[in-house]
Structure formats: C-alpha cells, structure tokens
C-alpha cells in the first residue's frame, strides 16, 4: 500500500510540475505572439501545448490551438524557425505560405523589429516573477532562521576552520571586505573561492571582532569546497501561553533564542534548550533573546507541570512521537494523528498540549483519555481510538518553539520590498550561472527537469508562499537562461539579428542552418549532463541520502 500511495504521490507531483512549466513555457511564448502582432509579423499559430493539434479555432490569419503534449506551447511566424530547415523543406511542409508578402515576413524585419520580438519572451518572464514575488511577500514565507543570518553554530575538528581560529558562537561580518547577511550568502562565497584563501571580519555576542584567514578545501567526494563549519540552528518564540512564567517574564513572540545561563551560542548547548527547561522546575533560567537586532537577557522560571512525556503537538496533530522518552502507551500515536477529544472534553485545534497543561493544573489525575483519529488511507478506513496515557512532570514556560520565521508584509509594503527581492534574485541567478561557466562551481551542481521537478514539489508540500518563491525563481532562470547566445534560443536569434545588421545582409542559409545545429547540440548536450546529475541525485535519495547535497 505504502508503494502505491507513494506512485500516486509522484504523479500528483508530476502532474502539477507539467502544469508550472507549460504556464510559465506559455507566458513566455506570450511575449513573443504580443511582440510579433505589434509589429505586424504573420504568426501562423499560437498553441498551447506540442504535438498534434487537438482543437482550436482561427481568427483573422492565425490559428489558435490547444495541443496534445502539454508542456509549455509555441508561436509560428512565417521566415523564423526554432530547427534548421532549408528553404527546400519549409515550402514543402506549408506551401500556402510562400506568398506571404516580404514585408510580413519575421526574416524580411529590420533588426529592431527582430531583436523586439525575441527579447520579449524572456522580458515577459521577467515582469511576470514581479507579481509573483509581490505576492510571495504579502503571504509569507516560512524560512529556517539558520539560513537569515551568519552566526556559527559548530566547528568540525580539524577543519579549515577550527585551523584558522573560528569558534561556535561566532558570527561572521564580510568576507574579503563585503558584507554578508545570510548564511546562503556565506555558502556561495566559500563554494565559489576556488580553494584560495578568504579573509572573514567575526564578532561574537559581547561584540567583540577578529579578523581570520581561511583556506577552503575540497572534501572526498565533494565538489564543493568547505571550511567544516554549519549554521548556528536558533529558535524563535512561535508561541506563549498565557498565564505561564513566560508569558510573565517579559519574552515577546519573535525573540530569537541565542542560549540560556550565559553558554556560548553554539548547536550543541541549543540542542540541550528543551531538555534543559524541562529539568529545571522551580529554578532561574537565563535566556539569551535577539530583539530587533539587539540582544536582552531574561529570567524566566519553569514551572512543574504534568503533560505527556515524548510526544509533541501541531495544534491538535500529533507532529513527533520519541519513541526513546515516550511512554510505551504513547507509541500507539502517530504522527498526523488527530486528537478530538481529552478525558471526554472536545479538543481545542489551536494547541492541544496547552490546553492539556491547564487541565492538569486542576486536576490530580495522573493519566490522560486521549481520543484520536487517524485518517484514511488510499485502502484503509478512518480509525478512531482511545488512548490512555500516563502524565508526567516537568518544567515549563509556556512557549512554542520554531525553527522557522514568517514575516508577512502588507500590501504597500510587500510592493516596495519586492524591488530588492526582486532584483536579489536576478543577481543570484546571474551570479550563478557566471560561477558554472567560470568553473567556481562544478557542473554537478546543474539541476535538469527532475531536480527542479523535485523542488517544485518539496516547495509546495511547505506551503504556497515557498512555492510561488519557487515558481518565481523558474520564471526567473528560464528567462536569462533563454538569454545565452545559443541558436535556438531567444539569445542565439538575437546574436544573429546583430551579426547581420553589421553586415548589412542575412547570413548565408547553409551558415544559418550550422549553427542553428550547433546550438541545437549544445542545449541538448546541457540538458544530457543536468538529467544526468538529475539520475545520480535520485539514486542517492533511493539509497537514503538527500536529493539536492
């Protein structure tokens, strides 16, 4: 059963990738119909879709047709072609198009008129990812704190890291003089360093700065270099329940939790936070805050609590079960389980152990009645069961944790902010494709069909402001990519429309249609090594590794 629900799972996945990609393949087709109507070029068709024409209708001298293959569609203008065809070929295949004035002809326009129209199909996936963009921002999107900023949670030993002086805790200001913000930024500069040394400006949490130097290098099997350092994993408050020691202590939601009882801000003593505030009822804890970019200490008290040990809650679903501190009761739950109901009272959706918390702060029973649903699956019926499991104590403040911040923008607000995203995201993407031409990164690191159908899927499983980024970041790439000077794409048509306007006269056919080869060659070379790297990133995630290391 598992099988087939995973097979489903990947059509599902693949049938909603299809659709992405023919919307936004369509948008940019869009942008070349537009473009050429304007400019009175003959367009025989507009279709939305490949292959044989299934229906349609023809207004005016241009039909307009739904295809059978559904991934993208595709213009036709009289004079222009995307595969090398002789003059031989193209008049056998539409002899009605041989007396199409000169005039009308795409090959017959001047060479702004050409260069209009094949820049606009990339134009047109430009301004349509700023929408996109402004609409990520409004809804939010949930992102790892790890990933907003450039403090260092662990050192490995031996590393280039540990070699040149850098310490856990740490947050790393410029690298080589220029600022850097986000860890993905950090990441990119130390991938891209081509092994030479990096000179990196620290500060730690009293403010005090050191400047290092470091030489990345290459791990075994990596194609990347590293200096043998992670992200520091903070948590923010998500959460806080009301009339607990939290709630009384002063922390706001949105606090960045940096460390307790004054310890070095590192993955190790985070990793202890929880456990750390459950052993400590009845006494002081420090918390270490970052609050509008400025770090509060604040004293806080866990209180003893009775709840259920080993099992956390997403409202009123069951998240995690540990099944190393959980009760042996408890392992009946699992994860996307629901809870209705505790001792007979209807649960609460917003936060079952919460409410739980104050139920027991009332009662002096020592275990708890939890109904539960676990719902259908592709053969199963919806299951409802009740579940009796032990109390126990332990201290608490009454706060959620999470890894993850959203920030939601309003509209004005999200517009303005959507220039520097917007423009962020050009300058990544360039920024990228310049690093795999220059060989800073290597081609392994290329995404075909597969990956990029992958992360579509794993963005929208996180929601729809990661996935509209997501479709943003396509839109985005399919655009500059088309922008390379290759025959066959939008870059390639426009190289030749300048060739040719220096030499004043077309390019000879039997030179067009070589390098209408070439080019063909090349993309399908690109395309044969990024599915390739696509396969080996599959194989690894069937043998348990991740899809994109």
């Given at each position: ?15 909603r990738f299809i659709i992405l990609l023919g919307v ?300 190393e501190h959980a009760s042996p009761a408890a392992l ?185 080869r070439m080019g063909l060659a090349l993309v399908l ?25």
């Open positions: 059963m598992s099988h087939i629900s995973t097979a489903f799972d990947f059509l599902i996945g693949a049938g936004l393949v369509f948008v940019h087709e869009m942008g070349h119909f537009i473009a050429a109507k304007l400019c009175n070029v003959y367009v025989v068709r507009l279709s939305l879709g490949f292959g044989k024409r299934l229906f349609g209708w023809k207004r005016g001298e241009t039909d307009y047709c739904v295809s059978a293959i559904p991934l993208g569609g595709y213009v036709r203008m009289v004079g222009q072609e995307d595969l090398p065809k002789t003059q031989e070929e193209r008049e056998q295949a539409e002899p009605e198009l041989r007396d199409i004035p000169p005039g009308r002809r795409y090959d017959s326009q001047p060479t702004r008129v050409k260069l209009a129209i094949s820049f606009a199909g990339p134009l047109m996936n430009l301004l349509f990812a700023f929408p996109v963009l402004w609409v990520v921002l409004m809804v939010g999107v949930s992102s790892p704190i790890y990933m907003l900023h450039t403090r260092i949670g662990s050192v490995a030993k031996d590393s280039p890291a540990e070699q040149a002086g850098i310490k856990p805790g740490q947050r790393v200001l410029t690298i080589n003089g220029a600022p850097v913000e986000k860890f993905e930024d950090l990441q990119l500069k130390v991938w891209t360093s081509r092994d030479k040394p990096l000179t990196m400006e620290l500060d730690n949490l009293a403010g005090e700065k050191t400047v290092v130097t470091v030489r990345p290098a290459r791990l075994e099997g990596s194609s990347r270099a590293t200096i043998g350092i992670e992200p520091f994993y903070a948590l923010a408050v998500d959460r806080i329940t009301p009339n607990m020691p939290a709630a009384r202590s002063g922390l706001k939601k949105g606090d960045w939790i940096l460390g307790y009882n004054h310890k070095t801000p590192d993955n190790e003593n985070m990793s202890k936070l929880i456990e750390t505030v459950n052993g400590s009822a009845g006494r002081p804890l420090v918390l270490t805050a970052l609050r509008d970019g400025k770090t509060v200490d604040i004293t806080v008290t866990p209180e003893k609590v009775k709840t259920i040990r080993g099992v956390a809650f997403d409202g009123n679903i069951i998240a995690y079960v540990d099944k009946a739950l699992k994860p996307g389980d629901s809870v209705t109901a505790i001792d007979g009272e209807p649960a609460p959706e917003s936060d079952v152990e919460d409410w739980l918390v104050q139920k027991a702060r009332s009662s002096s029973a020592d275990t708890a009645k939890l109904t539960v649903e676990r719902s259908a699956g592709l053969f199963r019926k919806p299951e409802v069961m009740n579940v009796g499991i032990p109390l126990s104590e332990k201290g608490m403040i009454g706060v959620t944790f999470s890894g993850n911040v959203t920030e939601i923008l309003p509209p004005a607000k999200a517009f303005v902010g959507t220039f520097g995203a917007y423009g962020d995201m050009i300058v990544l993407t360039v920024e990228s494709i310049y690093y795999l031409a220059a060989r800073k990164l290597s081609m392994g690191e290329m995404s075909g069909p597969i990956g990029i159908a992958v992360m579509a899927e794993q963005s929208f499983r996180m929601g729809v402001g990661f996935y509209l980024k997501m479709v943003a970041i396509i839109t985005i790439n399919l655009a500059i990519v088309n922008l390379f000077p290759i025959p066959v794409l939008d870059g390639g048509m426009i190289m030749i429309a300048l060739v040719e306007a220096v030499r004043r006269k077309p390019l000879d056919e039997k030179y067009l249609i070589l390098l209408q070379l690109l395309v044969l090594v990024a599915t390739y790297n696509d396969i080996l990133r599959t194989i690894n995630w069937m043998l348990g590794g991740g899809f994109m290391e």
